[in-house]
């Protein structure tokens, strides 16, 4: 299984484990869906969407637990970027692990991806 991945941050993650579903960022309720990356996507989005961002959680998701909502659309170069028209119910988390920075604002994605 190949996961996808969504960077939340803290609050809105906390909020998400207690209700049991993710209801995505401000910037995913603008623009209709909830952003998502591949692995060799996610270091990319994060320099361009959340560059020195603190506070970040990464969220692995399975995309087959995701269902119909999943949509691989075009966007940054014509890359297909896998897109959720709906929330993420916790059953399709795999993990989440805070994203941290490194000491010049970059963030330290686990070498495991």
């Known amino acids: 299984m190949e996961l996808i991945f969504h960077m939340a941050r803290d609050a809105e993650w906390a909020i998400a484990e207690s209700a049991g579903i993710y209801q995505g960022a401000d910037e995913d309720r603008a623009d209709g869906f909830i952003h998502f990356s591949t692995a060799t996507q996610v270091c990319e ?31 940054r170069g014509g890359d297909l970027f896998p897109h959720l028209y ?20 970059q963030h330290l994605f686990p070498e495991t991806l």
């Not at 989440?96 to 604002?105: E, M, N, Q, S, V």
């Open 86 to 105: 709906g929330n993420i119910p916790m059953s399709a988390v795999a993990w989440a692990r805070p994203l941290p920075l490194d000491a010049d604002g």
């Open 45 to 75: 989005s994060a320099a361009q969407h959340r560059a020195g961002e603190a506070g970040l959680i990464l969220v692995a998701c399975d995309p087959d637990a995701l269902g119909a909502d999943l949509k691989w659309e075009p966007a």
